[in-house]
């Protein structure tokens, strides 16, 4: 680089240094300056603040005006709630929970909505039902768990648009002490309506109690009653429902009557008609839950069955509307027990007065042999023999033995009657053609040698109301409920030998009961060798008729109670040895003849029953339109 090069480099450089110190501000330019940017960053400092100030006062309005809001939606809320609960507005709002009571029979839960019992499971029972491969599964047994269940009373409060408040509505305060819980909704002031449920050791029955305090200006003056809406949906609980469905009904007790129920198969309705009620049970095949009027009884209730479909979750929908008395006194209370629990005779009979009638044994005299007679021997049975099929076989013994008498002259008439088959042939050869004539003379040979053709049938006749009641006696009585004999696991069920693949129709199902078999074939035995001396010439239908009915009552009873037909084959087995014993060991036949011989030959008073005369006369008529008929046939062929 040349001398001329560096020179002219170091004027620039010179230059611009001259021109950088005479355009720097001066000391109080920079001053200056300096005030301007603090006024600056303080008024961007107070815009900002005042930003803040502007947010918070905002925000705080907005609070504001949400507090007013929700306090004025508050305000339309209770005003709502006041307009249609009135005083108890309050009870009208709450969170539902359940409560758990129990003691060594069952256990219970409670609701704090509407105060009532929610489910009730038995611990001493179960429920049996099959699966879709038709395996039996065992659960617990519940009873009022349905939530389609209603318990609640209806209190009328004047000014409302419904007339009143339902508690099922409200949320109730609770308080538990022991075996006892309380339900309390208030209606403020110290007014209150409240339920108290109290459970007992070893027992089924729960003492229940309801209370008004200080409701006599709040509920509607005109008021004298209280009414309770008690609504029940009966749970499916036993393997053959079908038969549960006809043996489930509301059940009813007026006041110094007999009790009376709904029908059991079909929809019905029962109005007390102002009569006085001691208690109504909502009952199953084998359970039930009844309320049970105490100190005084219900002033009335109406009573509602609705059948449900087959195909339903539900057996049937029980409806009761009670009418508690109400006196408007400032502390009053109404006390009840409500029972829940098994069909057991001795327990119901404890509980209340007639409450065992529930128990569906059958009316007039078909109930009264089965709860006076037949129950308590199989009750005294029991307490000595574990087994129910061998209580079974003991009980018709006793019953053969004690129906022996008639028995014996069943078969003794039937003798008399054999006896003289060989005379009855002779003549009805002789009358083969002349029907009416066969019969006019049967008559008179059975009076020549002092027969009674009926003298075989009475008998049968006098021990029908024993069978009659022992066919409700089974499927009703809760000792056979899952007890098991033999191949049958439930004796209050029909007995499963053999399943088929496929369903019959008209009530026979897809099983095959070999009880009911050995039923049949031992009916059709009996048949055979009690009738083989008899004469059926007169009415030979009558004698295919005993074969067939056999085989048509298979359909019956091969899906009814096995117990029944336990019993009906060791009744037959006992028949086919009475039958055998007695007319080849205790019967002479040879004496029979000599009787027969020795009547035939005895002067007779020619005496005749009206019955016989008005039977003569009507077999004489017969036989005189036999003859015009005869007539008229004749002259038409020679015509």
Partial sequence: MDRNTVTGLLLIFGLFMLLQYMNSPSQEQIEEQRRIQDSIARADFMQDSLAKIQAQNLAAEANDVQESLDIASDSLKQSRLTSEFGPFALAATGKEKDILLENDVFRIIFSNKGGRIKEVELKEYYKIYEDEEKNEV?????????????????????NLPSGGINTDDLYFESSSSGQSISFKASAGEGRYFEQIYTLKEGSYVIDYKVKFNGLQNVLSGNADHINLKWVNFLDKLEKNDTYERNYSSIYY???????GHCSCTSNDTEDADNQRINWVSHSNQFFNSSL????????????????????????????TNFLLPYGRANEESFSMDFYIGPNDFEALASTAEDLEYIIPFGWSI???????????????????????????????????????????KMLHSQSKMGALKPQLENMRGKFKDDQQKQQMETMKLYREFGVNPLGGCMPMVLQMPIWFALYRFFPASIEFRQASFLWATDLSSYDVFFRLPFEIPFGFG??????????????LIYTFYNTKHMDFSANPAMKYMQYIMPIF???????????????????????????????????????????????????????????????????????????????????????
């Fill in 138 to 158: 065992k659960t617990s047994l519940k009873l009022l768990e349905d939530s389609k269940n209603e318990f609640g009373y209806f209190l009328p409060i004047a």
């Fill in 366 to 408: 078909f109930g009264t042999i089965n709860r006076w007679i037949i129950r308590p021997i199989f009750s005294f049975l029991s307490t000595y023999i574990g087994s129910a099929g061998i209580v079974i076989l003991v009980l018709t013994f006793i019953v053969k033995l004690v129906l022996y008498p008639l028995t014996y």
């Fill in 553 to 639: 009552f298979v359909g019956f009873f091969n899906s009814f109670a096995s117990g029944l037909t336990c019993y009906l084959l060791f009744s037959n087995l006992f028949n086919i040895t009475q039958t055998i014993v007695t007319k080849n060991y205790i019967i002479d036949q040879e004496k029979i003849k000599r009787e027969l011989e020795e009547y035939r030959k005895k002067p007779k008073e020619e005496k005749t029953s009206k019955f016989q005369q008005r039977l003569q006369q009507a077999m004489e008529e017969q036989q005189k339109v036999q003859a015009q008929r005869e007539a008229q046939k004749k002259k038409k062929k020679r015509k």
């Fill in 510 to 523: 897809s099983h095959i009961s070999l009880f009911t078999i050995l039923w049949a074939t031992t009916t």
């Fill in 253 to 259: 007790k007026p006041l110094g009557d007999e009790p």
């Fill in 292 to 319: 049970i009027a105490k100190e005084e009884p219900f002033q009335s209730a109406k009573m509602e069955t609705l059948m449900l479909d087959a195909e339903e979750e539900n057996l049937k929908e029980l409806k």
